[in-house]
């Protein structure tokens, strides 16, 4: 393993459990349309691919399509209502928050959640002033699989990429930390997609719960 003096966590799916709200919100999506709810266990898979995915589950309408751009700003706006109704820290993650802090080790959160949402929410879940960093997908031109985000994390808290682990449930997550230069931990009690198996996503590692981590940096 090499010297790692950062960590970078994914935000949905990974420190923070914001399913439920995201799918309530698809489903709101279908009820103003007359349709039933789609059950949470088809929506949860993809919340990882934010509204894109919302909208393309509950709808069946993709980008290209004439009414995707006025359906993801309604799904974006009613998602916004209710951004902290259910959603949580992984209970699992605060211990290995405060060990990481316990060592000097800094982390910060890079998500493709635009800085509008994920801001408030990060505050609203008591990690906005533990975090040393929080990138959106707005805050670069690219948002990830494209490894600017993850640079410019790095870049803020005065890390070399090269010792800084990226931590992420989606496969953008390791495509993005693996072109910056990051060793790559997959969380696999994170919402995974519905794409190919995490096993083929090229991680450094595949950790299935938070504490994993601390050993992998060898830190327990």
């Known amino acids: 393993m090499a010297r790692v003096r950062a960590v970078l966590f994914d935000l949905d799916g990974t420190l923070a ?3 439920p709200d995201l799918a309530g919100a698809a489903n709101e999506l279908r009820a103003r349309r007359g349709m039933a709810p789609l059950p ?17 589950a509950s709808l069946g309408v993709a980008p290209g399509h004439d009414d995707y751009d006025s359906l993801k700003a309604e799904f974006l706006d009613l998602y916004e209502a209710r951004l902290l109704v259910q959603t949580v820290v992984f209970p699992q993650v605060w211990p290995v928050l405060e060990a990481l802090q316990a060592h000097g080790l800094p982390w910060g959160i890079v998500t493709n959640k635009a800085l509008r949402l994920a801001a408030p929410l990060v505050q609203g879940l ?7 960093v929080l990138i959106g997908g707005d805050t670069t031109p690219f948002a990830k699989p494209r490894p600017e985000p993850l640079l410019e994390a790095a870049r803020r808290i005065s890390v070399d990429p090269i010792d800084c682990v ?3 449930d989606d496969p953008r997550d390791i495509q993005a930390g693996r072109a910056a230069g990051m ?12 794409g ?21 940096l060898e830190l327990a």
């Open 17 to 19: 459990d914001s399913a």
């Open 40 to 56: 949470f266990e088809q929506l949860r898979p993809l919340v990882g691919s934010g509204a894109r995915g919302m909208v393309g």
């Open 126 to 132: 008591a990690l906005g002033h533990r975090s040393a």
């Open 166 to 168: 990226y931590v992420g």
């Open 183 to 194: 060793a790559t931990l997959a969380a696999a009690w994170g919402y995974l997609g519905a």
């Open 196 to 216: 190919e198996s995490v096993d083929a996503w090229g991680a450094d590692a595949i950790i299935d719960r938070p504490n994993q981590l601390l050993n992998w």
